[in-house]
């Protein structure tokens, strides 16, 4: 059974960082990309950002380059998502995400929107105060 777990939300001033996580498992979590997800009330849900774990790569949602970092520790098949410099706007229920990393012979390069992602944990809400 494949299982995504988050952690490490919280309530946090503005300035502030976080650290989410990211657990995997029933699945090759190396062959996958991992998404950040984030949605806040009466939103549509966002993509964040992402790490494709076949090469390395990353992406990043304008609103969050330069002070959100994502990284990945395949031995602990989990997935971290740095927040620094945290806004108020960033305030949300954060999901990971996973689907495979390749299509066919070819690296899959996500565009970070959900339906591209077949795997969701459950959600960790952040929260920043003014």
């Known amino acids: 059974e494949v299982q995504l777990v988050e952690s490490g939300g919280g309530l946090v001033q503005a300035g502030g960082s976080l650290r989410l996580s990211c657990a995997g498992s029933g699945f090759t979590f190396d062959d996958h990309v991992i998404g950040w997800f984030r949605q806040a009330p009466g939103k549509e849900r966002e993509g964040v950002s992402y790490?494709?774990?076949?090469?390395?790569?990353?992406s990043y949602a304008d609103s969050v380059k330069g002070r959100f970092t994502i990284s990945s520790d395949n031995a602990k098949n989990t997935v971290y998502l740095q927040m620094n410099n945290l806004k108020p706007e960033d305030t949300a229920v954060y999901y990971c995400?996973?689907?495979?990393?390749?299509?066919?012979?070819?690296?899959?390069?996500?565009?970070?929107?959900?339906?591209?992602?077949?795997?969701w944990g459950q959600g960790t809400q952040v929260t920043v105060s003014s």
């Open positions: 995400a996973a689907t495979s990393a390749r299509v066919g012979d070819a690296i899959y390069v996500p565009l970070l929107q959900s339906y591209e992602f077949d795997y």
């Open positions: 790490i494709n774990n076949l090469d390395g790569s990353t």
